[in-house]
């Protein structure tokens, strides 16, 4: 079955660590994205890939980085420059070049304490 | 710029009540509009889509038109049921494929 993975589910750090959560697609897409969730909120762009070996900044990419060395994979680094990292992060993955829909991954709760 | 505005929630029905949800968006160009639905602790599935004007998508009993002059993608259902419960987001996508989300409208659906 094609889909999106991210792993794990949840994810617990202490402040100051950074901490990188996995995102794999196996439906052949070019381009990957990182939303962040917070409650009761909509979802915010933090970085995107349209192709291998390039990536751009979202709305809020302080704090992140990411990488994407391979279609498959497009992982996030939560870094400790983010001032407030607990949240709900998901992947998601769509054809490139034109208004496609994305697919979405199950989402990583992560919590710093 | 682009943007996507929902009614506010949390909308609460009782099962069987007609279900509408309001979005309207502001767009340059023709968007591909997107009704997506989360369920607790889970991702975004999509729910359905529209790609250009008077397209009407369909999924689950769920409709929703594309109207241009209007600048809407309402969504609607004719009878709901306690499954139903979740938050849906309306999104809209240009070219260059990112997606524009609304706010989320939560949907509790009593028996």
């Known amino acids: 079955d094609g889909g999106i993975t991210q792993s794990p589910k949840y994810l617990f750090r202490k402040e100051g660590q950074n901490v990188t959560l996995s995102c794999e697609q196996n439906l052949n897409h070019d381009a990957m994205y990182w939303y962040r969730q917070d409650p009761g909120q909509g979802l915010r762009l933090i970085y995107y890939?349209?192709?291998?070996?390039?990536?751009q900044k979202g709305d809020i990419a302080e704090g992140y980085s990411v990488s994407r060395e391979k279609k498959e994979s497009f992982p996030l680094t939560v870094t400790s420059a983010q001032k407030n990292p607990t949240a709900f992060y998901l992947c998601?993955?769509?054809?490139?070049?034109?208004?496609?829909?994305?697919?979405f991954g199950p989402g990583t709760r992560l919590t710093v304490t | 710029g682009n943007s996507v505005t929902q009614m506010e929630g949390p909308v609460t029905l009782s099962e069987e009540a007609f279900l509408t949800i309001n979005c309207t968006y502001t767009a340059t160009g023709y968007p591909s509009l997107f009704w997506y639905v989360q369920y607790p602790g889970e991702g975004l599935q999509l729910l359905l889509k529209a790609t250009k004007a008077d397209d009407k998508g369909s999924n689950k009993g769920f409709e929703a038109t594309y109207r241009k002059e209007t600048t809407s993608f309402h969504l609607e259902k004719g009878s709901v049921q306690v499954s139903d419960s979740a938050v849906y987001f309306c999104?809209?996508?240009?070219?260059?494929?990112?997606?524009?989300f609304g706010q989320g409208t939560e949907l509790s659906v009593k028996p």
């Open positions: 890939s349209q192709i291998v070996n390039d990536f």
């Open positions: 999104a809209l996508s240009n070219q260059g494929g990112k997606l524009i």
């Open positions: 998601a993955s769509s054809q490139s070049g034109g208004p496609y829909e994305q697919y």
